[in-house]
Structures are given as C-alpha cells and as structure tokens.
C-alpha cells in the first residue's frame, strides 16, 4: 500500500489485507510503502500489523516501486490505503497469479462503483477514454487502465524497469506489460468511496494529462506514424486533384487556396513519418521499446545513398517546375500574373523541394542515429573508441 498521511484510513486498511492473508492460509506479509508521512500512518500501520517501508522519493509511482522492491513475497498485490479497495476479497487476484498471469488487473466497471466513489468526470470521461486509448494503442484488452487494484509476480514487474514516479506509474505497468508480452488478465473489483474527510491527491486534469502523454509517448505509431500517413494521403490525394483544376463537392469550389492546404499536409505528415522512423531507430537503441521486425526490415532496405538520390530527385522535380514557373512569369513580361494557373505549378513545386530537404536531411539524421559506440581494450593497454554503424538495425543507413 502507497502511503501519504493516511491516518483515517490506513489502519482499517492494513487489518483488512492481514485478515484476508489469515483467513486464506496464505503465507504473506502487508507492506506499507511511506512517502513521508507526518499524521501518525507509519505508526498506525504497523500497530495493525503492517511492515513500514519508508520511500524518500515522492510520487506515487516511486512509493509503489519502493514498496514492490521491498517486498518478499512471489506474488504483490497493491491497492490504495484510502479504504476504497476491498482488501477482503483478493482471492480473484490470486487464482489468476496462480494460472499463470504475470499481471492481473481489477475492473471497477463491471465490479461496481459505489454511489460517490469516483468523480463523474473520471467514471464517464477521463477513465473510459484513457482505457479506450490504451486498448487501441497497445492491442490490450483491459478495461479499466486507471484501477489502483492489482495483483503482479514481483519478478515480472521488476523486470519491466519502471520508471515512472507518479500516477501514470499505472499506466505505465500496463503498457510495459503488454508491449513485452506478457500474460495480463482481469477480474471483477469494487469500488467504495473513500473514508478520508480531505480531498485526494489525484489531481484530474495534471494527472489525466500525464497517463494521456505516457500513452502516446510509448506508441509512436499513433502519435507520429498513423496521423502522417493520413495527412500525407489526403494531401496528396486532394493536392493532385485540385492542381488539375478545381474540384466542386457538395456545392464547395475548392481551389488554389486548398491545393496550399494540401501542400502542407503533405509535407506536415511526411515529417511526422520522419519522426515515426527516428523514434524507432532511437528507442530500438535504447531498449525502452521493443523493436518491431516489419520496421527493421525496412529501415535495412534503406541507406544514406538511397535517400541522397530520393531526396535529390525529387528535389530535381521542385526545380523544374519552379523553371517551368519562371517561364510563364517571364511570358507574361514578370508583370501581373494569373494566380489561380500559376499557383497550380508553383505550390506542388515548392511542396517538393520542402519534401527534398526533408529526405535528404532526415537520411542524414538516420545514419547519425545508427552509429553505435563499441570501446576496445588492448591488454596492457588503455580503452580505445571506435565508431561504426549499427549492423543490428541500421547498418546501411
């Protein structure tokens, strides 16, 4: 249990979980994990039969890692110490453990929630579609993302290397669980309301923010790659028909204006792609996201020279329609120009030196991002470096 000055609550709390161990004839302990507490918890816990884990680092998230990594058990179970989770019917978290589950989450939904036991802002808005975001982003089938009830192999767990320190430690457990493949499952919880008399630490709009953010920082594909290849189709799509002459749909004229609009979609989700694939390669490096074979075997089809020439051709294109351009200016004696004719070569012209730079220097960056470090020694000798590139991933970029 994480552990804030919870001396209304943490008593009750601790004797529910030591009465449920007992009572189930399982070998356990229950770990309350301070996180600086001045109201009496540490000592009420331990009163009730709790062994008080101090944890400096403040958050949440560090309180429940803190908690985890001082526990002693094969098995963790972690709820809040607020007297909203019913420490008295665990047994479901258990069984599934015992199956075989790495991570088993609780789902206050289809368990229940108590008349005033969550904000109708977090139970009809923040949790449905924090839960539905992370169901789409990482192929998971968990319905409630947000539930502070849990249960985990401690091995398991640590081997995610967690890092968050707040709330979205939650989401943060399970989009790490899912992205290394293991086994989650789910059970039915409750959910009380609480028996603090001051507000709680959750914060809805900063804590909703930062389990949004941890959600897209760990699925590039829907944050950079999903959302470019839709603007780089639509642009493209509606770009090369409107350079044609206008389009009229529904009674709307779209025009030269939309063929500037479709210039910047093209060039917006081309870079937006450009990220999806920096990301990959930089994350892959890293080790915080697993690699995906479809985009390594991408990446090892593309080379810096490859992109050079790409990049240079369609540069070339830009430029002879910027010549082409400046031969109908000139034809007009550089005066007043038709701007509806000459916007139609002068947009997509200038759309394509923007995606040549973008090529060329993306390439270049590709390459950086793909040279690995490797330090020799020498018997005898001092440590030398040498620089070369990846030939796991981007050997050839």
């Given at each position: 249990m994480p552990c804030l000055n919870e001396a209304e609550t943490v008593a009750i709390c601790v004797r529910k979980a030591v009465q449920f161990i007992a009572d189930s004839g399982i070998s356990g302990e229950v770990v309350l994990a301070d996180n600086g507490s001045t109201d009496g918890s540490r000592q009420l816990a331990a009163d009730a039969g709790a062994r008080v884990v101090p944890v400096a680092e403040r958050g949440y998230g560090s309180a429940l890692m803190g908690g985890i990594l001082a526990a002693r058990g094969e098995y963790v179970i972690m709820g809040d110490a607020d007297d909203s989770y019913d420490f008295t019917n665990l047994m479901p978290f258990v069984e599934e453990l015992r199956k075989g589950a790495d991570l088993v989450m609780g789902n206050r939904f289809k368990g229940g929630i108590a008349p005033g036991a969550m904000p109708p802002l977090h139970r009809y808005l923040g949790t449905p579609v924090l839960s539905f975001i992370g169901r789409l982003f990482f192929r998971s089938n968990i319905g409630d993302f947000n539930c502070g009830l849990r249960g985990f192999r401690r091995d398991s767990a640590i081997a995610l290397g967690l890092q968050a320190t707040g709330m979205e430690f939650a989401s943060e457990m399970i989009v790490k669980a899912a992205l290394a493949h293991q086994k989650i499952s789910e059970v039915p919880t409750t959910l009380a309301k609480d028996g603090r008399s001051r507000p709680p630490h959750l914060n809805t709009w900063r804590d909703?923010?930062?389990?949004?953010?941890?959600?897209?920082?760990f699925s590039p594909r829907w944050l950079f790659f999903i959302p470019g290849l839709v603007l780089l189709i639509v642009g493209l799509g509606?770009?090369?028909?409107?350079?044609?002459?206008?389009?009229?749909?529904?009674?709307?004229?779209?025009?030269?204006?939309?063929?500037?609009?479709?210039?910047?979609?093209?060039?917006?989700?081309?870079?937006?792609?450009l990220f999806w694939l920096f990301t990959q390669v930089y994350a892959g490096s890293e080790g915080f996201l697993p690699t995906e074979p479809k985009v390594q075997r991408l990446l090892g089809k593309l080379s810096l020279e490859r992109g050079l020439l790409t990049g240079a051709a369609v540069g070339l294109a830009g430029l002879v329609g910027l010549i082409f351009s400046l031969t109908y200016w000139q034809?007009?004696?550089?005066?007043?120009?038709?701007?509806?004719?000459?916007?139609?070569l002068m947009v997509p012209s200038v759309t394509a030196l923007v995606l040549s730079c973008q090529l060329i220097l993306g390439t270049f960056f590709l390459?950086?991002?793909?040279?690995k470090q490797t330090r020799h020694v020498p018997v005898g000798g001092t440590a030398t470096l040498n620089v070369s590139d990846d030939h796991a991933t981007t050997r050839r970029l």
């Open positions: 909703g923010w930062r389990h949004l953010r941890f959600l897209l920082l509606l770009g090369a028909a409107v350079a044609l002459g206008p389009v009229t749909i529904g009674g709307v004229s779209l025009d030269v204006d939309t063929l500037v609009a479709c210039g910047a979609c093209v060039d917006i989700g081309f870079q937006a792609m034809g007009q004696s550089f005066g007043h120009l038709n701007y509806e004719h000459a916007l139609r390459s950086i991002l793909g040279i």
